[in-house]
């Protein structure tokens, strides 16, 4: 996005990316629905996090209508992959579900309906990546409980991290989002500087972030 990166740059960067056919014809059916899908020079980079990494146990924050999941599964690649999605919005529970009924991949993808919040409160399992794309305004309470349910050396990859340049610049702040950039701001403060994590913001697409769980205590 022009607020983050010159738009030439972003452009000449995405001219360089060659989807999948069936990524690249689900990403253009979103585009045309101006869908809330991940970027693509954004899942480019988390194709090459996940074949460095090779997760087989994986939970989003935020499934929309399931491109995220399908990308992911379809990179992956593996038989013995599960991702659980989570997504409280009926309409996109329901197209995500349509949607991943209509396409091949392997592995498992599962859709948990419900609050973000609430979903990880009642989650008892370790995940190799975590991946949040959900309520801007909520990665700071979303970090404690994606922590523990974490593996040692897992990924956390939040995206949408500078929210426009708001985040990064003060002149680009919206009044009404104040809220949100400041709660942005302290989640990229604490992954950037806790003791247990090793943390890289990235100016792709609207801003991510990756992070590795190098401590077991997040207090």
């Known amino acids: 996005m022009e607020l983050i990166n010159k738009e030439f740059t972003t452009k000449y960067i995405k001219s360089l990316i060659e989807e999948d056919k069936e990524i690249a014809d689900f990403r253009e059916v979103c585009d045309k629905r101006k869908l809330p899908i991940i970027h693509e020079e954004v899942a480019n980079f988390i194709k090459v996090i996940l074949q460095l990494h090779k997760p087989l146990k994986i939970l989003e924050l935020g499934t929309a209508v399931g491109f995220s999941s399908f990308f992911m599964a379809k990179t992956i690649n593996d038989d013995r992959l599960v991702i659980k999605t989570v997504e409280r919005r009926n309409s996109f529970i329901e197209e995500a579900s349509d949607n991943l009924n209509s396409y091949k991949y392997k592995g498992k993808i599962e859709i948990l309906p419900g609050d973000a919040l609430q979903v990880l409160k009642n989650l008892d399992e370790k995940f190799d990546l975590i991946f949040i794309d959900a309520a801007k305004s909520k ?26 340049g708001m985040i990064a610049n003060e002149d680009f702040v919206e009044r009404r989002q104040k809220t949100i950039v400041r709660k942005m701001r302290k989640y990229l403060k604490i992954i950037s500087n806790h003791k247990s994590m090793e943390s890289s913001v990235l100016p792709l697409g609207d801003g991510v972030a990756i992070t590795i769980k190098k401590g077991e205590n997040y207090e």
């Open 139 to 164: 990665y700071l309470d979303f970090l404690p409980y994606c922590f523990n349910l974490l593996k040692k050396d897992g990924i956390i990859i939040s995206d949408n991290v500078l929210y426009k």
